[in-house]
Each structure stands twice: as C-alpha cells, then as structure tokens.
C-alpha cells in the first residue's frame, strides 16, 4: 500500500467536517457584525449618557437586534451560572 494513501484517505474524509464549521463560524460572524452594528446605531442616536438618553438606547438596539432575528444582549453586570 502506498505510504501516502493513508493521509489522503484521512483527509478526504476530514474535509467535510471542516467545511460545516466555517459555515458555522462564517455565519456567527456575520451575527456578531451586525449586533455591532446595532449598538453602534444606538450610540451614535442617543450620545448623552442620561437615564432618558440610555433607555432609549437600549430601545433602540433591543428594536433593531430583533429586526435582524438576533437575540437581545444580557444587561452588563450579569454573568451567566453554570
């Protein structure tokens, strides 16, 4: 049996495996991309950092997280328990 046939066999069946997990972190990606782009939006909307002006920003990413079907972000300060 030729000494290369082993790796190839090996990494022929390998590859598919390989292509689901870029998909998935491609598509991740772009997830997180666009939640960064929502907040971005919030910010530059609402500026100040008064308790009006955080509400409605926190409104508006809310507003748009959902417009895109990502899921709404945790509230600085809470951790997730394991």
Known sequence: MNRFAFPLVAV??????????????????RGWKT???????AQTA???????????RDAKLKECLNANGLPPRAPLGQTQSR
């Open 12 to 29: 022929s069946l390998l590859l598919p495996l390989s292509v689901g997990a870029t998909q998935q972190g491609q598509s991740a990606l």
């Open 46 to 56: 609402y500026p100040d950092f008064s308790a009006e002006s955080n509400a409605k």
């Open 35 to 41: 939640a960064d782009s929502c907040a971005r939006q």
